[in-house]
């Protein structure tokens, strides 16, 4: 079964490089991002989990765990961080699954069930496993962006989703297109005028269904 926006996570036991951890618990109270990629000692993912390396405190002030997910194993993932760390000159300090059955990559539907990794493998044969899942407190999946072999991921603009989705959690407000923080946010139309203007102040009627309010506090 696809995993959609608003879907629960499965509770997952899973094996990293800094122990084992039932996903929930890890996630705990905090917002999560998972990424994932198809072989340890590839080029394009070596440059992107150095960038999640380096963004280690952009990730802390939002509240947010990172977790790396490969379909190698665990003496692997040890080894390949020291060729992160030497190219990125940051520590990887975030623990990454050793998926070598596939458990994680199938159960969030990454990879069909019936697939399996042949002797002599490439990354070519699991390279749909190149997706970032953003997850929310309530272990529920708020964002996926899945990427092809050849395209590195840009991990600002995964922040700049975090950022939005946690502007927006829980309250009646979208952001726009190309939104950065303390920009104008979008009431949703759940409120009308009077309600809007209540809860967050003075609008900016564009039109009677997009109506701008300052960024709250």
Known sequence: ???RI??????LHVVTDQGEFDLHDW????????????????PVCTTEFGAVAQLADEWAKRGTKVMGISVDGVEDHKKWKGDIEKTAGAAAG??????????VAKALDMLPAEAYLP?????????????????GPDKKLKLSMTYPMTVGRN??????????LQRTYEQPLATPANWEVG?????ATALNDEQAKEKYGELDIRLPYLRFAKNPG
């Not at 975030?94 to 458990?103: S, T």
């Not at 991990?155 to 939005?164: H, I, P, T």
Request: glycine share 4%; proline share 6%.
């Open 27 to 42: 996630i705990g109270d905090s917002w999560a991002i998972l990424f994932s990629h198809p072989k340890d000692f590839t």
């Open 155 to 164: 991990f600002a603009e995964v922040l700049r989703a975090l950022d939005g």
């Open 183 to 187: 920009q104008d946010v979008i009431v």
């Open 119 to 135: 002797d002599g493998r490439t990354p070519a044969d699991s390279a749909t496993v190149r997706v970032v899942f953003i997850i």
């Open 1 to 3: 079964m696809a995993l």
């Open 6 to 11: 608003n879907d629960e996570i499965p509770n």
């Open 94 to 103: 975030f623990p990454i699954v050793a998926d070598d059955d596939l458990k």
